[in-house]
């Protein structure tokens, strides 16, 4: 059982940072990739960014330059530093991660969701 567990939504005006953080527990032998989606109401799910374990990252076009993420692999935890925040990037934000819980076997795991409100 793998378990993601995120903190750091809330309220913001425009033009503001948020840090989310991203916290993997639970049977994980290795994880290979950690990043964030995000789902704003009546819209699909799009990736935000990703940051492999050895830190290569790629962000979504929208967030280039505002957004950071990045990654603490002895706390199996990543980041995401929001600046200069818009109210078209108010959304439920989702952690996830592909992982292997044993050496021969992968499997992809998501977060609960946190919310990420921006507006004056």
């Known amino acids: 059982q793998v378990q993601l567990v995120e903190s750091g939504g809330g309220l913001v005006q425009p033009g503001g940072s948020l840090r989310l953080s991203c916290v993997a527990s639970?049977?994980?032998?290795?994880?290979?990739?950690m990043g964030w989606y995000r789902q704003a109401p009546g819209k699909q799910r799009d990736l935000v960014a990703v940051?492999?374990?050895?830190?290569?990252?790629n962000y979504a076009d929208s967030v280039k330059g505002r957004f950071t993420i990045s990654r603490d692999n002895a706390k199996s935890t990543v980041y995401l530093q929001m600046n200069s925040l818009k109210p078209e990037d108010t959304a439920v934000y989702y952690c996830?991660?592909?992982?292997?819980?044993?050496?021969?076997?992968?499997?992809?795991?998501w977060g609960q969701g946190t919310q990420v409100t921006v507006s004056s």
């Open positions: 996830a991660a592909r992982l292997a819980v044993c050496p021969a076997v992968s499997t992809s795991s």
């Open positions: 940051i492999t374990n050895s830190g290569i990252t």
């Open positions: 639970g049977s994980i032998f290795s994880i290979y990739a």
